[in-house]
C-alpha cells in the first residue's frame, strides 16, 4: 500500500469514529470548533509530503508551539534553561500545579504550562514581547518554508480573558523567583505563542529538522534536536505520555488544539489534527491515526 493510500484509509477511519472526544472547552474559541474534523501530513526524507484530509485547514496549535519556544530557547540563550526548568515527565495534568509547591517553583519540563512559561520567559529576557514572538514564528517560518503562519489573535484575546489557572501559575513561579519579567508579560506572550495557527502540512514541514530530515532547513544542532525528541518521547502527552509512546513508539507532541508533531528520526515528520481530545487533553482521534501509522509502516525509534 502507499503511504497515499494508508493516509487516506486513515482520513476514512476517522471519519467513521464513533466518538470524536470533547474540545478543549476551557478556551471559549476553540469550544466553538467542531471535533469531527481530520488532517495528516507526512514529510519524507526524499522531500515530498503527503497528507490526507483536511490538510489546509489552519488549526491553533497550542502546546505544540512549545517545542518550537524551547528549540529557540536552546539556540539562542542554550542549556542555562535547565537551571530553572527540569526534564522529567510530570505524571500529572497539562496545567496542574501540585509539583510546583512540592518542587520550589522549578517545574519538571518545557512542556507543561509552568515549564513553558518558564521558557516564554527566557526567551523574553532583555527584549520586547513582539520581538519574542517574532523569533518563534520567525524559526516555524524558516523551518517550514513557509512566511504564511501567522497568530489567531481572536485565540489569544479568548485565553488571556479566561485563562485564570495559567496566570495562577506564572504568579506561583514569580513568588518563587522563577520569573525574570512580570507575569502578565509572560502570559501575554505564551498565550500569542500558543494562538498561532497552522495547517498539517505547514506542521509537518516545520517539524522536518527535529525529525532530522535530509535538506530541512539547518536551525537545530544533532545534538538539539535530539534531545527536544527526547523529551517530546518522555513529556510530549502530559499524563498520558507513556501510553502515547506505548501504542506509537514514537516521539510526539500535542496540544489542546487537536495538533500533534511526531518525529520520525532520519525518515519522517508527522502532522495530525482533529480537535476532540481524550481525557488527558490529546487529541484523541489524532492519536488514533498515529498508532496505526506506526504500526502499518513499522515506524519506532524502538527499531
Ligand atoms: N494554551 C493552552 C493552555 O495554556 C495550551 C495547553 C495545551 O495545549 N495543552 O492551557
Redesign the pocket.
Known amino acids: 500500500m502507499t503511504l497515499a493510500t494508508l493516509l487516506s484509509r486513515l482520513d476514512a477511519k476517522a471519519h467513521a469514529a464513533a466518538d470524536w472526544g470533547a474540545v478543549?472547552a476551557?478556551?471559549p474559541q476553540l469550544a466553538c470548533v467542531n471535533p469531527a474534523q481530520f488532517a495528516i501530513s507526512v514529510a519524507l526524507a526524499d522531500g515530498s509530503l503527503v497528507s490526507a484530509g483536511q490538510a489546509k485547514t489552519r488549526f491553533s496549535i497550542?502546546?505544540?508551539s512549545?517545542v518550537f519556544t524551547l528549540a529557540c530557547v536552546l539556540s539562542r540563550i542554550g542549556e542555562s534553561i535547565w537551571a530553572r526548568v527540569g526534564r522529567e515527565p510530570s505524571g500529572d495534568r497539562?496545567?496542574s500545579i501540585l509539583l510546583l509547591e512540592q518542587e520550589q517553583g522549578r517545574p519538571r519540563n518545557p512542556f507543561i504550562?509552568a515549564g513553558?512559561l518558564v521558557t516564554t520567559d527566557e526567551l523574553l529576557a532583555g527584549r520586547a514581547p513582539r520581538e519574542a514572538l517574532s523569533e518563534v514564528l520567525e524559526f516555524l517560518r524558516v523551518a517550514s518554508g513557509d512566511d504564511d503562519i501567522h497568530i489567531d489573535s481572536a485565540v489569544a484575546a479568548s485565553?488571556q480573558a479566561t485563562?485564570y489557572?495559567?496566570i495562577a501559575l506564572a504568579n506561583y513561579l514569580k513568588s518563587y523567583d522563577n520569573l525574570i519579567n512580570e507575569p502578565d508579560l509572560v502570559l501575554g506572550t505564551?498565550?500569542h505563542q500558543?494562538?498561532i495557527e497552522m495547517t498539517t502540512e505547514q506542521l509537518a514541514l516545520a517539524g522536518r529538522g527535529i525529525a532530522g530530515l535530509p535538506g530541512a532547513p539547518l536551525l537545530l544542532s544533532a545534538r538539539k534536536r535530539r534531545r527536544l525528541a527526547a523529551l517530546m518521547m518522555t513529556c510530549g502527552h502530559?499524563d498520558g505520555s507513556g501510553d502515547f509512546a506505548f501504542r506509537t513508539g514514537l516521539p510526539g507532541k500535542?496540544?489542546?488544539?487537536g495538533g500533534i508533531l511526531v518525529a520520525v528520526p532520519g525518515v519522517a515528520s508527522v502532522a495530525v489534527w482533529s480537535p476532540g481530545l481524550n481525557a488527558w487533553?490529546n487529541s484523541k482521534v489524532g492519536t488514533e491515526a498515529i498508532e496505526t501509522l506506526a504500526h502499518k509502516t513499522g515506524w519506532s525509534v524502538f527499531g
Open positions: 478543549a476551557y478556551i497550542q502546546s505544540v512549545k497539562f496545567d504550562n513553558a485565553e485563562g489557572r495559567n505564551y498565550f500558543c494562538a502530559y500535542s496540544g489542546v488544539g487533553g
